[in-house]
């Protein structure tokens, strides 16, 4: 997974050269990186017990569906209830997730909007650090662990990419298969990150007062991606939910707090002024 920022970081370079100011520009980026990626080096699971059971019997408690053979999750549905169009959707959305944030954050960058640029930046390490903690403090399984092994965790579970296997076979190219099987911990079920990348962006584009057009089309994206996380069986749709409040809460914290301190506003701009 680390290889995949490492990639996005060089394009980035690439388009707007290598400078000491972009890469101090960059600083957000390569930390939520390299915090991502070090996580494998300590499992949340030897932190907290994992939950496999409870989270599900919760979805299947407040979202179930009620089938001639029982109640199942909205996932399990979608295992069952699925077309091609929606197949290919599903993969698109879920290929949005880094880039599309990254896209944006260069674009403000070039377009000169520094402040909006460091701030959009930080909200979104922001974010990353807070559900990082998440899953530190509660260790879940995903939809598919319990599908596939049942409620029993089982340490070094291999990544698996689930439901997103048909967008795979409809191109005829491993994309989510050398993405997911590379996964080091599938217990980071809680909360949602997926649900938090687009929505961040969102904000941010309304923020800096985009076009209409553009903050639509984030929109569109981001409720794509949240339908995606449970159509694919990645997610549960509580952990789409407390994804979505982690941003919330992490970006009224970010904003209404830590940003509007007197000492942390001046570090800001000086920030500002070196990018």
Request: glycine share 6%; with cysteine.
């Amino acid at each position: 997974m680390f290889s995949i920022y490492i990639i996005l970081f060089w394009l980035f370079l690439v388009v707007l050269r290598p400078t000491r100011k972009v890469a101090l520009a960059l600083l957000p980026w390569l930390v939520f990186a390299v915090c991502y990626d070090s996580m494998r080096f300590f499992p949340n699971y030897k932190v907290n017990p994992i939950d496999v059971r409870g989270i599900f019997e919760a979805e299947r408690s407040l979202f179930g569906i009620a089938t001639a053979s029982g109640t199942i999750i909205p996932g399990e549905w979608f295992s069952a209830h699925h077309c091609a169009v929606a197949d290919f959707m599903a993969g698109v959305f879920y290929l949005c997730w880094v880039p599309v944030p990254l896209a944006y954050a260069i674009s403000l960058y070039l377009r000169g909007k520094r402040e909006m640029y460091l701030r959009f930046s930080i909200a979104f390490l922001f974010v990353n650090l807070v559900g990082f903690c998440g899953y530190y403090i509660y260790p879940a399984a995903p939809p598919w662990y319990a599908l596939k092994y049942g409620f029993e965790p089982v340490l070094n579970t291999p990544g698996n990419v689930a439901g997103l296997i048909r967008f795979d076979q409809l191109l005829g190219v491993p994309v989510f298969q050398s993405i997911y099987g590379n996964n080091s911990n599938v217990f980071a079920a809680v909360p949602s990150l997926h649900a938090a990348y687009m929505l961040v962006t969102t904000i941010y584009a309304v923020k800096a007062r985009e076009h209409k057009l553009t903050i639509a089309i984030f929109a569109f994206i981001c409720m794509g991606i949240w339908w995606t996380a449970v159509y694919s069986t990645h997610h549960y749709i509580i952990d789409v939910l407390l994804g979505i409040l982690t941003t919330i809460v992490a970006v009224a914290v970010l904003e209404g707090c830590i940003l509007r301190n007197a000492a942390v506003g001046k570090a800001l701009k000086k920030y500002i002024a070196r990018i």
